[in-house]
């Protein structure tokens, strides 16, 4: 199918953290990618992204669909609740919730709507304690694209989670190259070509195991996780999300360069 007007909603990793573009300013990612990729089978291909860091699903769906009535798409892609299993107030039936809302609303908007599972992050330190609920979240969003008719790109079974080389420092956004391989599975559940290489296995990494991997650890938790943690408390004691005061990347439909 020759889509005409693609729009992406959802949070930072729709955004296209942690992947900058190379000519500065924004962030790429893999909504770019496939924005790309499009491109080249139709050249009047319109593009907007609407997505904002740090935003749970209910926001996304309060701030950021209003917008659909105006743009029209004919291909939406949402990719979100990972701020929702990060939260403090999680509860997996007010979350299931969200996700049947926001599937809903899409696949009454467009007609052919798209969403992500999670991928599995138990290889992090902490991990394991979000496993339960990405799994909750997953499920939901399986039951609600199959009730709605809406299409899944399932990240949950890639081995390439397990490979922190995907990923930037933060070891939560994907780096270009994981952005890429998110990119190639969306295409290719659209049944559209893409640079296969975006899957190609990266060479083997150097070995780093022991107190030298023990030690790259506690160095991220400290580094990464912590400041984190205390900025999403400090948001909560004066009522703020982590998004707030971001807007969309590219709010409005425009042409795309092929070949991001």
């Not at 990793?13 to 499009?38: I, K, S």
């Not at 004919?74 to 996700?99: E, I, M, P, T």
């Not at 992050?121 to 709605?148: M, Q, T």
């Not at 399932?154 to 397990?162: G, I, K, M, N, T």
Request: aromatic residues 8%; hydrophobic residues 45%.
């Amino acid at each position: 199918m020759r889509y005409q007007r693609f729009v992406v909603v959802g949070d930072s990793c729709a955004e296209g953290l942690d992947d900058p573009h190379p000519d500065g300013g924004v962030y790429r990612g893999w909504a770019d990618f496939t924005a790309g990729a499009l491109a080249e089978l139709n050249p009047g291909l319109r593009y907007a992204n609407l997505a904002v860091r740090g935003r749970r699903l209910d926001q996304i769906t309060e701030e950021q669909f209003p917008a659909l009535d105006r743009l029209r798409p004919d291909l939406v892609a949402l990719f979100g609740g990972g701020n929702d299993v990060l939260s403090g107030s999680w509860r997996a039936d007010v979350v299931a919730a969200r996700v049947d809302r926001a599937v809903r609303m899409l696949t009454d908007t467009a007609p052919t709507v798209v969403t992500f599972t999670l991928s599995d992050v138990s290889r992090l330190p902490v991990g394991s304690r979000l496993r339960k609920r990405i799994i909750a979240l997953n499920e939901a969003i399986h039951d609600s694209a199959a009730r709605h008719g809406a299409l899944v790109v399932d990240l949950w079974p890639d081995e390439a989670a397990r490979d922190l080389r995907y990923f930037g420092r933060d070891r939560l956004h994907l780096a270009e190259a994981g952005h890429r391989r998110l990119a190639a599975y969306l295409l290719h559940r659209l049944g559209v070509p893409y640079d296969e290489s975006w899957l190609a296995p990266l060479a083997s990494p150097p070995l780093t195991t022991g107190l030298r991997a023990r030690a790259a650890d506690v160095d991220w938790l400290f580094r990464e996780v912590v400041p984190v943690a205390w900025s999403r408390l400090r948001n909560r004691m004066v009522g703020r999300s982590p998004g707030d005061g971001f807007l969309p990347k590219r709010p409005d439909l425009l042409p795309v360069r092929a070949n991001a």
